[in-house]
């Protein structure tokens, strides 16, 4: 029999938050429609409490300094700054005609400087942020004072659609300078004493543009990163791209005082090469002598979109061009008039005549530059790509791993570039620091930290090892059995992998049936049916005969599990793209095959035919690892419903401020789509603890919301029912009820773990959601109003813990990276909140990254030990792994939930790469490398302000079939 939604039937909703009716057992599962989230309530919604105001609002005072653990000394990559004594001042720049890009305004900015800084600017040395604002480290002359800046341009007459020869054309600009403001340093100094609450950032801001004037004009600025080729040897990435080596730069606040955070980045740009050798790399072939396909065509049109281009037909100009288009015709095919009498004349012939230039390969289309309405012909061996352009689009496999393992970079490679990069920017010599009085150590912080212990792991009383204590993060399921095991007695197999024959197919499933046995599930050592073979371009059809088949022989009963054989070319997509639908029941990889689209599998199985599956790739079939086998069964018992371990102390009832009263714990984030999908919606993830006092099993809740929308919308929701007025629902209010028919207890404290917020977000993200959780809260029941903490926790920072001496065995992990359970709350965190660095997991390679955990707000009077034990217990919990992870694992659930939901609302995500830009959704960084994690790579983050658009024209989520909700 199919099961019954899982989640809340509308009648008695309401009332069921109290008396325990009204929703089903087992976890929620993705919804398709936005009513389909929300756990409808008969009565009127009570009035919720008044939203907290943003004047009134704090973020919590640090309670103290943790004492917990083994003390030690490490370094981070923090220098520290010294406040300047100088006053600053900003001034208004206005520019006329208005320019739009920050590169021309600094041009203008820069000749003015040049000309007037011995005169009109009293030997003054401003600094521009690229746009409207000037600083000074004390008064101009002047109040108010208009220049007038002439800017020289070459403006070439080779395009298709004039004659005219080239000539270097003039161009005025009116400046107008006003003085604006004084930044006051002495609230800044208030602040970092911690004597003063809110930081002054219009000071802050100033210092860092100060700091960043020199790499400005020396690099190729990218967000905060500078890059350059000369920085570092670049790297081929393959199909036309090169990585170039940088460094991050950011002033920040501090207990210590003012820091700069300095960090090694890498990234991807475009080679710069002839054109039609760029071409030749993305199409692999050459393209001289075979013709080019409409595919080729258009492979080509996408990636030269954009790209800045310069002529290389004339020996005495580089004219730049940004290119638009591709022509649809052959350039032997293209003519155009070269006169008011529409007099035609062939690209071909024009070229010859105006610049003695023959055209080699007529058979190319030719690029389009400019304006698309006025076509300007250029022909491809005509131009050179223009050097140092960022690539922003998506990498595909080849590419990152390439990128991996350049800029890969053990923990002691890593602090020597990046003392290497402080001593070549060399602070103490750089004419705008001096200007303004600002002094840079050379040496990285020594801060003090503390090694927190690994907790104590239970597992089933029926194993040889009852209890386990982890080592350096790590542990394994010899001699132990899974706390609670599943069942699994109808299981098929399907085998895509052409190199895997049947009967050795067979054997690697039988062996896997026995680990999960010998591991605690309950597992029929035979399938329902005889192995299937397909082929991968088959998926769709293969997988709905092996579910027909499977159906018929059972009649009637589910198929619990399809084991899936893949092909080994998957490459590092495997790992990459790795994550779980957030019951904790589906864990899954999604795959790049051949004729094999990126979620094409999970997707069919989980939206169409309601199968739980488990991949396996080829190599591990043929090479049968006993290590292998235990992990793939402690993923498949989770996907059938069991729990692989908890925390003893969870079981003693001796976790402060979780076991004392039932508790839950949510975990938030939010994904955005990749540059250039501007249709796509952002997802938002919820999940929630399920289990008291274990707090090991999640349920959860994944909606499309409005493009980029950084606050979750659904989380609380009202809406007009004909029949019962006002009904309220939405994700908190019904995990909160799923919490309470799981537990049979009504949630006394919520503890809500938000991933992905930037610092600017805080107060706007706090507001909205702490706001949206109380309503739901008082929606159930009236005054129902349980203390909340909630805490921010990031990945997308650039501070980097080191060992004192790598050369001490004793105080790092085989990686050489800091030990797990390392904890830092002073010297490098914020002067007053209550904030901290965990690095709860060991390196595999690479620096590791500890998470940044900011708490902003708290009713329930965490101290500063009670929760970073708690948030590094909770990391040894995450179910499919025998390791600790690198951020709390309702956080990591949430993040991975919103990535998968991505794969089943876009299964043909274009390129199936991997995104270098400023997408947030499911992608890695764009600035630098991954670095090492808990088996998958973590996906980059890109915020921006919104306004406050509650309800847009999103496309909606497939739904999950029921078979795999539960």
């Known amino acids: 029999m199919p099961r019954r939604r899982r989640g809340c039937s509308n009648e008695g909703a309401g009332r069921g938050f109290s008396n325990g009716g009204g929703c089903s057992n087992g976890k ?85 400087v040049k000309l007037y800084r011995d005169t009109e600017l009293g030997r003054r040395l401003p600094v521009y942020d690229g746009r409207k604002s000037l600083y000074t480290a004390g008064l101009l002359p002047f109040k108010s004072k208009e220049f007038i800046v002439t800017l020289t341009d070459e403006v070439d007459g080779m395009c298709a659609t004039s004659n005219k020869e080239s000539a270097l054309k003039e161009k005025q600009f009116k400046v107008v300078i006003k003085f604006a403001a004084r930044a006051d340093l002495h609230h800044l100094g208030q602040f970092l004493a911690g004597r003063q609450p809110d930081a002054p950032h219009e000071a802050l801001q100033v210092l860092d543009i100060v700091l960043r004037e020199l790499s400005t004009h020396r690099y190729c600025p990218v967000g905060r990163s500078f890059y350059s080729p000369d920085l570092g040897r670049r790297q081929p990435l393959g199909e036309g791209l090169e990585t170039w080596r940088g460094f991050y730069q950011s002033i920040r606040p501090t207990q210590m005082g003012l820091s700069l955070n300095i960090d090694m980045s890498s990234t991807a740009f475009i080679e710069s090469l002839p054109v039609i050798d760029f071409v030749a ?66 690209v071909v012939e024009y070229f010859q005549e105006m610049y003695g230039f023959k055209i080699q390969h007529t058979h190319l289309p030719c690029l389009q530059v400019g304006n698309t309405k006025k076509a300007n012909y250029l022909p491809m061996e005509a131009c050179k790509i ?81 209890v386990c204590l982890p080592q350096v993060g790590q542990w394994n399921m010899m001699n132990k059995k899974m706390v609670n095991g599943g069942t699994v007695n109808n299981w098929a197999c399907i085998n895509f992998s052409r ?21 605690g599930m309950v597992f029929n050592l035979e399938p329902v049916i005889p192995i299937s073979i397909a082929r991968p371009e088959q998926v769709d059809r293969a997988l709905k005969i092996v579910y027909k088949e499977a159906m018929n022989r059972l009649r009637g009963k589910e198929l619990e599990l399809l084991i899936v054989i893949l092909p080994d070319n998957n490459g590092s997509l495997y790992d990459c793209l790795s994550t779980e639908t957030i019951a904790l029941k589906t864990f899954y990889y999604v795959f790049l095959t051949a004729g094999m689209s990126a979620g094409d599998l999970k997707r069919i199985c989980e939206t169409d035919l309601g199968i739980i599956s488990q991949c396996c790739l080829t190599k591990h079939v043929f090479k049968i690892s006993r290590q292998y086998l235990a992990n793939v069964s402690l993923k498949i018992n989770v996907k059938m419903g069991g729990r692989n371990t908890v925390l003893l102390d969870a079981l003693s009832w001796r976790i402060p401020l979780v076991s004392d009263i039932p508790t839950i714990i949510f975990g938030a984030d939010v994904t955005h789509p990749e ?215 309702p956080a990591y659930y949430a993040h991975l939930a919103a990535f998968r939901a991505r794969y089943y609302m876009e299964p043909d995500m274009p390129d199936a790469g991997i995104g270098n830009g400023n997408g947030k959704g499911g992608t890695p960084k764009e600035e630098e490398e991954e670095e090492e994690d808990d088996h998958h790579h973590h996906h980059h983050r890109h915020h921006h302000h919104h306004r406050h658009h509650i309800r847009a024209a999103v496309r909606q989520l497939p739904a999950l079939k029921e078979n795999v909700k539960k």
């Not at 100009?317 to 350039?331: A, E, N």
């Not at 190199?499 to 591991?519: D, G, K, N, P």
């Open 28 to 112: 929620v599962g993705t919804h398709a429609h936005a009513h389909a989230l929300l756990v409808d309530q008969d009565s009127p919604a009570p009035s919720p409490p008044p939203p907290v105001s943003s004047k009134a609002l704090r973020f919590p005072l640090r309670p103290g300094l943790g004492q917990a653990g083994a003390k030690c000394l490490l370094k981070a990559n923090h220098f520290l700054a010294e406040l300047p004594s100088k006053d600053l001042h900003q001034y208004d720049v206005c520019i006329t005609p208005e320019v739009t890009s920050r590169g021309v305004n600094r041009a203008i900015m820069g000749q003015l």
């Open 675 to 889: 540059n250039g999908e501007e249709s796509s919606p952002s997802i938002a993830a919820v999940v929630a603890s399920q289990d008291w006092p274990e707090v090991t099993k999640y349920a959860g809740l994944v909606c499309a919301q409005a493009h980029r929308q950084e606050l979750i919308q659904d989380l609380f929701k009202t809406w007009q029912d004909p029949v019962r007025g006002t009904v309220t629902g939405g994700m908190i209010k019904e995990l909160l009820i799923s919490f309470r028919k799981a537990t049979g207890q009504k949630p006394a404290r919520i503890i809500f773990y938000r991933d992905g917020v930037s610092d600017c977000q805080f107060y706007q993200v706090l507001l909205y959601e702490l706001d949206a959780i109380r309503k739901a809260c008082a929606s159930l029941e009236p005054n129902y109003q349980p203390p909340v903490t909630f805490v921010v926790v990031q990945k997308r920072h650039h501070t980097r813990l080191f060992a004192n001496n790598h050369k001490n065995k004793s105080s790092t992990d085989k990686s050489g990276n800091i030990l797990p359970g390392t904890v830092v709350d002073s010297k490098i965190c914020h002067p007053n909140e209550f904030d901290f660095y965990l690095c709860s997991h060991a390196g595999i390679q690479g620096t590791s990254r500890p998470a940044h955990y900011h708490v902003l707000w708290d009713e329930n009077n965490f101290t500063a030990d009670g929760m970073q034990s708690l948030t590094n217990n909770l990391c040894y919990t995450y179910a499919r792994c025998t390791r600790s992870v690198s951020i709390v694992p």
């Open 386 to 466: 223009v050097e140092g352009q960022r690539y922003s689009k998506r990498l595909n496999e080849k590419q990152i791993t390439n990128l991996l393992k350049v800029t890969c970079q053990r923990p002691r490679e890593r602090e020597i570039d990046i003392l290497q990069t402080v001593c070549h920017n060399d602070y103490d010599q750089d004419p705008y620091a001096k200007e303004f009085g600002i002094k840079i150590s050379d040496k990285l912080a020594s801060v003090e930290a503390r090694i927190l212990p690994a907790p104590w792991l239970k597992y089933h009383d029926t194993g040889k090892e009852k």
């Open 499 to 519: 190199s895997v024959q049947e009967s050795v197919a067979r054997a690697f499933c039988h062996e896997l049936a026995q680990m999960c046995q010998i591991s």
């Open 281 to 346: 790399k993305i199409l692999n072939k050459d393209v001289v002598t075979r013709p080019l396909s409409d595919a080729d065509c258009v492979k080509i049109k996408k990636a030269l979109r954009g790209v800045k281009v310069e002529v290389t037909h004339r020996v005495n100009v580089r004219r730049k061009y940004r290119i638009s288009g591709l022509t649809s015709q052959p350039t032997r095919e293209l003519r155009f008039p070269v006169d008011e009498k529409s007099t035609m004349k062939s």
